[in-house]
């Protein structure tokens, strides 16, 4: 009883009750701490791009931008059980349901923890084959096997990350990832500099010291924020008088996560393997294309990601919390407004882009033809960030509301079409049919090239553009969620 009366009232530590009060307000409370979290998070990708550019390794470089794809869909495979999890303890805030809110809580970390040991050893018995179908040159290869084998190997503790930074959010409290994070990044950018350049007597590691940081460093948000959580810093009861029993996964309750985290998991793996062959396709044009594309999209696009990512986030917390409070007409409400929001701020940054493509590329790569590659991407995506931010926020209403299985129709399959574009812009009509046997399964030699690098960012943007009209026509038909 003593533990439970410290708990009280339910949202006392910088939580956010979207269920009443002004929208517009606690939307842009929700987002913008996400915001700044989410470029942060970017950060990891720079601050690789970065030190392991000091070291002149241009194969590192290529091999940075080979791993984007594979490290997606490591990252969605290990969120399937987080992501169901966020979408339920919103719900169940939003009902004032607090011992539900416990229970999703600790059956999604057990279970996801234990997903995550399996995900690890999937990857890492299958790496030789992950490292091929990269299509990459021997040295570049290498590099990527030195990056990967580290990553893959911690993906459980990626896992608790997802799962506490999932819980703080669902339940409004935005301000404590947004610390953890902080200190995270600087913790990264430290071991960067002391694991891939070689400083304080550390050997010089390259790209696997780049690996090295930032496992430990992802590790760091995981294990505070839950300490935070068992002190009582999200008002709800971590742990019980049963203790080692209430970490048993409660097989209703992980059914039900996995039903809304697979399908947005699939929607964003797919993602990952469309990438996969746009790469494949990039290394026909040469390793600086490969390494262009890598850095446009990995190292410079996702600053303007990051503005979405954050109302994506609010969209969940909106949605999930009103729904759970019985609030549909609300919840739709603020699904339109995160939506408007995000594609303003997104289109901001593509100005940036468009303005200064060269400038802003140059400051992840230093290779010139890498950055004439990535200059032309970064100018062309300038002009569609709008379409990237109404898909994003739209992607957290759904998953917000528990019916990932849309996001999965349209963003999903969606990406999908990305493949059959390009070949068709890359290597022509002609060559169509051998075109997608060799980008899909490996099936023969790549035909001739008869397109240029441009083809495969306008792919990109113009479905970014067709996935944002659909999610806009879907919500306009209806009128409450």
């Known amino acids: 009883m003593r533990q439970r009366a410290l708990l009280e009232p339910p949202l006392k530590v910088n939580a956010i009750d979207t269920t009443t009060g002004p929208l517009v307000t606690k939307s842009l409370q929700l987002a913008w701490p996400a915001v700044l979290q989410a470029i942060l998070i970017n950060f990891y990708a720079f601050n690789d791009y970065l030190f392991v550019g000091m070291t002149d390794d241009h194969a590192a470089t290529a091999a940075l931008s080979s791993c984007f794809a594979i490290l997606i869909i490591q990252y969605t495979l290990t969120r399937i059980i987080p992501t169901g999890g966020t979408t339920l303890i919103a719900h169940y805030t939003g009902a004032k349901d607090l011992d539900?809110?416990?229970?999703?809580?600790?059956?999604?970390?057990?279970?996801?923890?234990?997903?995550?040991?399996?995900?690890?050893g999937v990857s890492l018995a299958g790496l030789d084959w992950i490292v091929a179908v990269n299509n990459a040159s021997p040295e570049v290869s290498a590099r990527i096997a030195d990056y990967l084998w580290v990553l893959l190997a911690s993906t459980p503790a990626f896992a608790l990350m997802v799962v506490v930074d999932g819980t703080f959010r669902a339940r409004g409290n935005m301000k404590v990832p947004l610390t953890l994070e902080v200190a995270s990044l600087v913790l990264n950018t430290f071991l960067n500099w002391v694991l891939v350049l070689g400083n304080l007597g550390a050997p010089a590691m390259g790209i696997e010291g780049a690996a090295i940081a930032t496992a430990i460093s992802r590790l760091l948000p995981g294990i505070v924020g839950l300490l935070l959580m068992l002190r009582g810093h999200l008002g709800f009861e971590v742990l019980t008088n049963a203790r080692a029993l209430a970490w048993i996964p409660e097989l209703d309750l992980v059914r039900r996560m996995v039903r809304i985290g697979f399908f947005?998991?699939?929607?964003?793996?797919?993602?990952g393997v469309v990438y996969i062959v746009l790469n494949r396709m990039a290394g026909e044009l040469g390793s600086a294309a490969q390494g262009g594309l890598g850095a446009g999209l990995r190292g410079i696009e996702w600053l303007g990601f990051a503005f979405a990512d954050g109302f994506l986030t609010a969209s969940v917390t909106v949605v999930g919390q009103n729904l759970g409070a019985g609030k549909p007409k609300r919840a739709w409400h603020g699904a339109w407004l995160n939506a408007a929001l995000s594609a303003l701020t997104c289109q901001l940054v593509g100005v940036a882009f468009l303005l200064f493509p060269q400038e802003l590329s140059a400051l992840v790569t230093s290779d010139p033809e890498t950055l004439r590659y990535a200059t032309e991407y970064v100018y062309i995506i300038g002009w569609v960030m709008w379409a990237v931010?109404?898909?994003?926020?739209?992607?957290?209403v759904f998953t917000g509301w528990g019916r990932t299985e849309i996001t999965l129709l349209v963003s999903g399959l969606t990406n999908i079409l990305r493949i059959p574009l390009a070949v068709l812009l890359l290597f022509?009509?002609?060559?169509?049919?051998?075109?997608?046997?060799?980008?899909?399964?490996?099936?023969?030699?790549?035909?001739?090239?008869?397109?240029e690098f441009s083809a495969l960012a306008w792919v990109i943007g113009s479905t970014a553009v067709l996935k944002a009209l659909i999610y806009i026509v879907y919500m306009a038909r209806r009128r409450s969620l």
């Open 264 to 271: 947005e998991s699939m929607s964003s793996a797919l993602y």
């Open 100 to 120: 539900r809110v416990a229970r999703v809580f600790r059956s999604s970390m057990s279970a996801s923890l234990l997903w995550g040991f399996v995900v690890a």
């Open 428 to 451: 022509g009509a002609s060559s169509f049919v051998s075109g997608m046997q060799w980008s899909i399964f490996g099936v023969g030699s790549a035909p001739e090239v008869v397109g």
């Open 389 to 396: 931010g109404f898909e994003m926020a739209f992607y957290g």
